[in-house]
């Protein structure tokens, strides 16, 4: 029976794929979900990427939920499909896509420089506008 388990185990970890790239335009051209794991505040404050799917992870005081994550997320994406992870400068989407891909078996791509990175290269973001509204 372990080895069966561990069998499983392995080949679902088989398809989970990590793929660090740089936020640019460019990729932005990219048929691929983006998940904008920011603070609400900081989809204020810059706007969020056109089409993408602002997605708290932590919050303000360095929190997080991640059931309530994960249940936000597979309402956009399913576990198999490639999509990507967007904040500020990167540092929270690596460690964010890290776990996704390496323990729960998503294949994310984590966008490096964030969103700082693409509005320094002259990309304009779109205001966020919540949900609720």
Do not use: H
Not at 23 to 46: C, H, M, Q, S, Y
Not at 52 to 75: A, T, V, W
């Amino acid at each position: 029976m372990r080895v069966i388990l561990l069998f499983l185990l392995m080949f679902n970890f088989s398809f989970a794929e990590l793929k660090n790239v740089w936020a640019t335009k460019d990729f932005l051209k990219n048929d691929i979900k983006i998940i904008d794991v920011r603070t609400p505040g900081e989809w204020r404050e810059t706007g969020i990427v056109n089409g993408s799917y602002p997605i708290m992870f932590f919050d303000e005081q360095g929190r997080f939920n991640i059931p309530l994550f994960l249940k936000e997320l597979n309402k956009v994406v399913k576990k198999d499909e490639q999509f990507a992870l967007i904040c500020r400068t990167g540092s929270r989407t690596s460690e964010i896509s890290k776990f996704l891909s390496q323990e729960l078996g998503y294949n994310v791509i984590n966008l490096n420089g964030g969103i700082e990175k693409l509005m320094r290269e002259g990309y304009k973001p779109v205001m966020y506008i919540p949900k609720d509204r």
